[in-house]
């Protein structure tokens, strides 16, 4: 079984050092009821859940994987459903949500701290919690106040469980082309009728109810995705007491057969006529459904930083006990055949390289949980719309770019292992599987790397990422620290900055430039990210004494020498531009031809 100790120290240095998170909640209304020592209590619980009852069924999950019974039925491994219920009635499910309806009212500062630790344990777990929690968020936020008080408390409560239905077979990234309608029944009411797949936790033993909140078009909708709706769709009506009611019309057909999250149920939903309410105004369904799959897709990149960590540990462990050849420099156990691993200078790239992906991504994402908070909290509008540019513009890079480095990391760590990382018995191949996912669902990245230069670059002339540079050079200005992080990250912003007037200059001559060039430019963009959240991490440890702090230098050395040098060859490709995959003729991918 992999082993895991949650990382609290590195997370309580991002919390208060680099973040000064006491200072922003005590300086914020909104805010102000949470304090460092709850939040320690909080994050202490969680290492201790994540730890004890959700990694021992990892592996046993993975092995079981969720199974559809016929008729609709789907269960879960052994042993998820007594972990649901010490979850749910611990009130982990509703920690962020709204109090007026039951929820605890925890910034993302501290939940996604949680959640990290539950990805990390059990990521297949970790989804039936976080679908619910998305879709608590997507109705708070448009539903109406019947609405809310109908389903929040008990979804906080996590007596009934949420999802998110848009996918369906011919009709993934390109959600105007759905296909499932909504008539409207002229009491209010709609029937849903239409498939569904993909759906994580469509159906499972672990709840009494499941609130679906479904995409379709009403008889008259306008083509394409401005004639979306949202609508809550439950497995079983509710009565006006709050009590469950007869069971709708809607089921689950199957379950996918995965290479990874395998105790995760994912699920063909078929909907007949279900019941279903509108959520929010007719043909706006996907700007509310924008606010779950933002949530969402944080959350990806902390599944994974879950992947990356997780790997981490084990390799670690493994390396420092793992012992064959000698080291180049040192026989450091002559009375040993053999050295530990650990002192061979590639296993320690490897390893470093994981270490860096995860303290930079669970930083960057602390970072991006700052400002949602300050957006959702803040007292000041202008601090909050600060908050919500930058928001906009970090959450594709949230996504993808710490899902791409975690496979990445994951993979390294897995090497470490040699074969015995290939065979099961180690558990490092689930977690790759695992992690794997994250890089697809939610939109895939390379949607995301689109979102990000197409609609959050080009689209407002560069005008936040113009801001988010002047926000790095002033933060670099103003250290104390003496690092070679703070050139090195003034220089990674020079190559941002000219990536981006390169793109904005060539995109009115050539149509395929967002196109071709969105990876690469998020794959810079995200490296910039790092180099600024390593800055910020030397600077917190900057004279303070220890080998916890002077350690943070070092790994800051390690990322500038050996990581992100990485900027300049996506630098040099996104200068390349898309001609060189344009330039093919369509004949050329048509194998079926040739
Ligand atoms: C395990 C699992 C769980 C899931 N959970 C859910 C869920 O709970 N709810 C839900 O609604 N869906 C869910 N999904 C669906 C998931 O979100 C989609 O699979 C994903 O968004 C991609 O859609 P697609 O599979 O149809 O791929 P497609 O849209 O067909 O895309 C295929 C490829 O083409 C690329 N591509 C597409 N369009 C463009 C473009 N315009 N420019 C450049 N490249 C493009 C994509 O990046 C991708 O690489 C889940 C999927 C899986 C596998």
Known sequence: MSVYNAPLNDMRFILTDVFK????????????????????????????????????????????????????VVTTPEGFKEAYNQYAESGWVGLGGNPEYGGQGFPKMVTMLTEEMIFTTNQSFALYPNLTVGATLCLNAAASEEQKKTYLEKMYSGEWSGTMCLTEPHAGTDLGII???????????????????????????LTENIIHLVLAKTPDAPAG???????????FLVNEDGSLGERNTLAAGSIEHKMGIKASATCVMNFDNAKGWLVGAENTGLSSMFIMMNYERVTMGLQGLGGSELAY???????????????????QSPEKPADAIVHHADVRRMLLNAKVNSEASRCFAMYVAKQLDAEKFSTDPEAAQIAAARVALLTPVAKAFLTDKALEATIDCQQVFGGHGYVREWGMEQIVRDTRIAQI?????????????????????????????GEIRDYIDSMQADHGIKQATLGAADTVEE??????????????????????????FGYLCYSYMFAMMVEAADGKEGEFYTNKAKLADYFVGRVLPRIDAHAQMVQAGSDPMMNFDLDYFNVAVS
């Open 313 to 331: 540990q084990n390799a670690a462990l493994y390396a420092v006990d793992r012992a064959q050849g000698r080291s180049d420099t040192q026989f």
């Open 441 to 469: 669902y939610e939109g895939a990245n390379g949607i995301q790397a689109l979102d990000l230069l197409g609609r959050k670059v080009a689209r407002n002339d560069g005008k936040y990422v113009t801001n988010f540079l």
């Open 225 to 235: 995705s401005k004639g979306i709706s949202l609508f809550v769709v439950p497995k």
């Open 21 to 72: 998170a006491h200072e922003f909640w005590q300086n914020n209304d909104n805010l102000s009821h949470v304090d460092m020592e709850t939040v320690d209590m909080i994050l202490e619980e969680m290492a201790k859940l994540s730890k004890n009852v959700l990694l021992p069924i990892n592996r046993s999950g993975d092995e079981e994987g969720a199974t559809f019974q016929g008729d609709g």
């Open 499 to 524: 990536l981006t007037k390169t793109v904005l200059a060539n995109i009115s001559t050539r149509k395929n430039e967002i196109n071709g060039c969105a990876v690469d430019y998020m794959h810079a």
């Open 179 to 205: 296909k499932t309608k909504a008539e409207p029944n002229g009491d209010g009411s709609f029937d849903i009728s239409g498939t569904k797949i993909f759906i994580t936790g469509g159906e499972h033993d």
